[in-house]
């Protein structure tokens, strides 16, 4: 496999993967060829090598940026804008993990909060709706913690707290 082809494959696979982290495939793409990038590119350069317009292009760098995952970098004599990917792995997971749970986690708890309040007085089917709703929010309420202990901590503990789980 030659260069071109690897790095067509990468971009594929990491916006397929993007999918999965609920953002969508051109936003993943877009951050997939800045990771592999080894210079700042601009928006052309990415609209040229991605194949996708500029509002699309601008639309996401805009969302990557918001995320913690892409800088603007000025060039001295340019008039455009450049756009250089964090490239420590594992900055990147914690941003997306800080993102995935302002957007996902974080509303959940907030509904759980709410319903919980029912009271069951009795009845059957609210005591099961109460005893579902506290299982759900005893465990969210651990992966909150869970994922803000991860996010606070540096690389080498989470590999080595890592392998000592798969040992």
Same mark, same amino acid.
């Given at each position: @496999?030659?260069?071109?082809?690897?790095?067509?494959?990468?971009?594929?696979?990491?916006?397929?993967?993007?999918?999965?982290?609920?953002?969508?495939?051109? @936003?993943?793409?877009?951050?997939?060829?800045?990771?592999?990038?080894?210079?700042?590119?601009?928006?052309?350069?990415? @609209?040229?090598?991605?194949?996708?317009?500029?509002?699309?292009?601008?639309?996401?760098?805009?969302?990557?940026?918001?995320?913690?995952?892409?800088?603007?970098?000025?060039?001295?004599?340019?008039?455009?804008?450049?756009?250089?990917?964090?490239?420590?792995?594992?900055?990147?997971?914690?941003?997306?993990?800080?993102?995935?749970?302002?957007?996902?986690?974080?509303? @959940?708890?907030?509904?759980?909060?709410?319903?919980?309040?029912?009271?069951?007085?009795?009845?059957?089917?609210?005591?099961?709706?109460?005893?579902?709703?506290?299982?759900?929010?005893?465990?969210?309420?651990?992966?909150?913690?869970?994922?803000?202990?991860?996010?606070?901590?540096?690389?080498?503990?989470?590999?080595?707290?890592?392998?000592?789980?798969?040992?």
């Amino acid at each position: @496999m030659d260069l071109a082809e690897g790095k067509d494959k990468f971009i594929q696979s990491w916006g397929a993967l993007g999918s999965s982290w609920g953002v969508n495939r051109t @936003m993943a793409q877009i951050h997939a060829l800045l990771l592999i990038s080894p210079e700042a590119l601009s928006a052309d350069d990415i @609209m040229e090598d991605l194949q996708v317009s500029r509002g699309n292009a601008n639309m996401n760098l805009r969302a990557l940026i918001d995320w913690g995952l892409v800088y603007k970098e000025l060039k001295a004599g340019e008039r455009r804008e450049f756009f250089r990917a964090e490239k420590d792995i594992w900055e990147v997971v914690k941003k997306i993990i800080i993102q995935r749970k302002k957007r996902e986690l974080e509303p @959940m708890l907030k509904v759980l909060d709410e319903v919980s309040s029912v009271a069951p007085n009795g009845d059957p089917l609210a005591e099961e709706f109460h005893q579902v709703v506290r299982d759900i929010k005893l465990f969210s309420n651990k992966a909150d913690a869970t994922l803000d202990t991860l996010t606070r901590a540096d690389s080498n503990w989470f590999v080595g707290t890592f392998l000592k789980m798969v040992k």
